[in-house]
């Protein structure tokens, strides 16, 4: 079955610095990939997410790129902010299931 | 408001005592599931649901039970709990237009602890 691997667990980055994510999975017929953006005490919440027919997406701060060759995707943020304190988990579909990435913990340093 | 609800948010229990979450959605939502969350493990699907009266185990179903009499409704069920099943439980929804390739919607999560 799917699986998906996640790096780093954690990430702390000074304020104003970029965040990178990266993600890997192993079954090719995936072809959705989204990121979750979850905060303490509540549930993930969708912030931005990618189809296979498509390399790069962008909305505002964030970017997410994929490589279907190489089965690996990326999350990208630009010039960070403390409200992006929060963990991280990538996903990819796969019969009918999402299956997730262990999450990254993301600091932003003031 | 478009939510998912689930109760109760906080439960303790003693191993063996059946207990029930409950997870409402307001939004006419045909895809439903329930994951774990535990540390370094990240979020893992239970069971799901993609219409009333259709239901399929997701990658850890041991020991949980589900229903979906009602398209609003999908309740999960731990008819005899174990200490392994102390964990954060989220239920989630999303439109069933594409698969599972569509938002997810997230309830506030429960925090079960199982003596």
């Known amino acids: 079955g799917e699986n998906v691997e996640q790096h780093p667990s954690t990430l702390s980055v000074q304020e104003g610095d970029s965040a990178v994510i990266k993600c890997t999975y192993s079954?090719?017929?995936?072809?959705?990939f989204p990121w979750y953006k979850q905060e303490l005490g509540k549930g993930p919440q969708l912030i931005i997410d990618?189809?296979?027919n498509v390399g790069e997406k962008k909305d505002q701060r964030i970017a997410v790129t994929l490589n279907k060759t190489a089965k690996h995707f990326s999350l990208h943020i630009t010039e960070t902010q403390p409200e992006d304190s929060a963990v991280y988990f990538c996903?990819?579909?796969?019969?009918?299931?999402?299956?997730w990435g262990a999450g990254t913990k993301l600091i932003i340093k003031p | 408001e478009a939510q998912v609800t689930q109760n109760p948010r906080y439960l303790i229990t003693v191993t063996g005592k059946k207990l029930t979450v409950t997870c409402s959605q307001n939004?006419?939502?045909?895809?439903m599931s329930w994951y774990r969350q535990d540390p370094g493990l990240g979020l893992r699907q239970i069971y799901y649901?993609?219409?009333?009266?259709?239901?399929d185990k997701g990658d850890v179903p041991e020991g949980y039970k589900v229903s979906r009499k009602e398209k609003r409704n999908f309740p999960l069920i731990l008819e005899s709990p174990s200490p392994n099943q102390t964990s954060l439980y989220f239920c989630?929804?999303?439109?069933?237009?594409?698969?599972?390739?569509?938002?997810?919607?997230f309830g506030p999560g429960t925090r079960l602890l199982v003596l």
């Open positions: 996903a990819a579909d796969s019969n009918y299931q999402l299956i």
């Open positions: 939004m006419n939502h045909e895809y």
């Open positions: 989630a929804s999303s439109p069933y237009l594409t698969g599972t390739q569509e938002t997810q919607y």
């Open positions: 990618i189809r296979s």
């Open positions: 649901s993609m219409n009333v009266e259709v239901t």
């Open positions: 079954d090719s017929a995936s072809n959705y």
